[in-house]
Every structure is written in C-alpha cells, then in structure tokens.
C-alpha cells in the first residue's frame, strides 16, 4: 500500500509580506526573533507618538502662550538614559544567542560543496568522491522559460536541484571561482557570500521534506538574476538511493 506524501514548495508569492514558512531551526528563530522585536518597536512608537500629540497639543500658542519654561530634570533625564539600555539588552541577549547558533557548526553527517560561477552553480558532495576522476559533481542551470514544464517556477527552476537529507546535519561549503556570488535560501535561513579564493561554510538542519527555493543574493554580472538555487529535502532512504545512481551515473 502506497504511502501518500507531502511536500512544500517554498518559493515567494506574489505581493508577499510575510517570511516563508521556515524549515530550519535557525529560520525559526530568525522568525521569533522578528515578532519579538516587532513588539518592541511598536510599543516604542506608540508611546514616541503620544508624547508628540501632547507637546502639540499642549505648547500650542492659542492654548499656552507662555509655556514654562524647563531647563532640565534629572529624574527624567536618568529615565529616558536607562530606559532605552534595558530595551537594548532585552534585544541583544536573543540576538547574541541566535548569532552563534548561526555560526555553530555541528559534527556533519553531509558534506556539500557550492561554487558560484557566471551565471551557474556547481554542487560537490565529497564524502563520496573515490579520486578526482570520479567526483560525485554536477552543474545546476536555471530552466529557460521556454523549457518549463506545468508547475514548474519561472527563474526559480533548475536542471540540477541540490538533494539533501532532512533531520541531519549538513554542513554546506560555499566559493566561488570568478566574482563574488551568494547562496541564499530563505525558508533555510541561509545567507552565505561566495568569495573567490576563500571558503566559507553554513550548517543545516532541514526538518521537514519539500523543495526550497533561493537565488544568487549578491549582483554579480548581466545574468546575477538568472542563476536560482533549488533545495530538495528528502528521507534518508530516498538521499541514499539518489547518491547511489548519481555515483553510478
């Protein structure tokens, strides 16, 4: 009896205001973190606005023409002082937190690697490399509008997706062999500059399937706006039975 699956395409929607719906923890928090200071920010310009709507309302010359006159008050002064530097240590110890957990980089069971290139991506997965000659790599082009098949997004599709494991850490190297590129996936929270002749890296955790969609967020020549990033997360049954015929292949 065939199992019956779901899975998301998270991709932007049209007049979108709102996150994706995240697919990591990192994302998550990223979210959390969002909403959090929203709140902060509402109260505060509430409570700006009030204070200009009574000194409007109050030091208007038809109402007060000889207003008193204030040259300072220190209990005010120590107020509007500590005030806004406990509000600023409530944001920085969830910022600081989520901040590491973004650079943590757990022990990884996958090891990808991506180079940006103009106008494509190349992905290496070199746990299973057996020699240079046999190096499971392969090169991912954005699908040109007149090759898409029903379903498939327009300047969001590849030829070549990105298969990854879900519930499993990844660790996820990004370079780049001519410009500056950068792999950026919003519903992973992932965000990482591809510089030519240095190696940064990103971990993932993606804890439900789908396929996640991303772009080159850094402008790098005539085509920057034509070189998307397709994510497939997948069980671990489905990743192993993809690596084998990609090796055989």
């Known amino acids: 009896m065939s199992v019956l699956r779901v899975s998301w395409c998270d991709a932007a929607e049209p007049w979108q205001l709102s996150f994706q719906e995240p697919a990591t923890p990192v994302m998550q928090g990223i979210i959390d973190l969002h909403h959090d200071l929203m709140f902060f920010i509402t109260f ?10 009574r000194t409007l309302y109050h030091f208007h010359h038809d109402r007060n023409p000889m207003p008193q006159k204030i040259i300072h008050g220190t209990t005010i002064e120590i107020i509007w002082t500590v005030t806004p530097s406990l509000i600023l240590l409530l944001i920085a110890l969830p910022s600081f937190a989520l901040l590491y957990s973004m650079d943590e980089v ?3 069971s996958v090891t990808i690697k991506a180079c940006g290139k103009q106008w494509y991506w190349t992905y290496e997965y070199s746990d299973y490399n057996q020699s240079d000659d046999q190096a499971l790599a392969y090169d991912s082009y954005m699908i040109a509008e007149d090759d898409l098949e029903p379903g498939q997004l327009r300047l969001l599709e590849v030829d ?28 992973l929270g992932v965000k ?11 971990h993932l955790f993606i804890q439900r399937e789908g396929v996640f969609y991303g772009q080159c967020s850094e402008l790098c020549g005539v085509n920057h706006g034509f070189m998307p990033i397709v994510v497939e997360g997948v069980p671990m049954d489905d990743y192993v039975q993809w690596v084998s015929n990609k090796i055989e292949e």
């Open 44 to 53: 505060i310009a509430v409570f700006v606005m009030w204070i200009l709507g």
């Open 160 to 187: 070549n997706r990105v298969v990854l494991p879900v519930q499993t850490h990844v660790r996820v190297i990004v370079t780049a062999a001519d410009v500056l590129h950068s792999w950026a996936v919003p519903s």
């Open 106 to 108: 757990i022990d990884p």
């Open 192 to 202: 990482c500059d591809a510089v030519p002749g240095r190696l940064n890296q990103v």
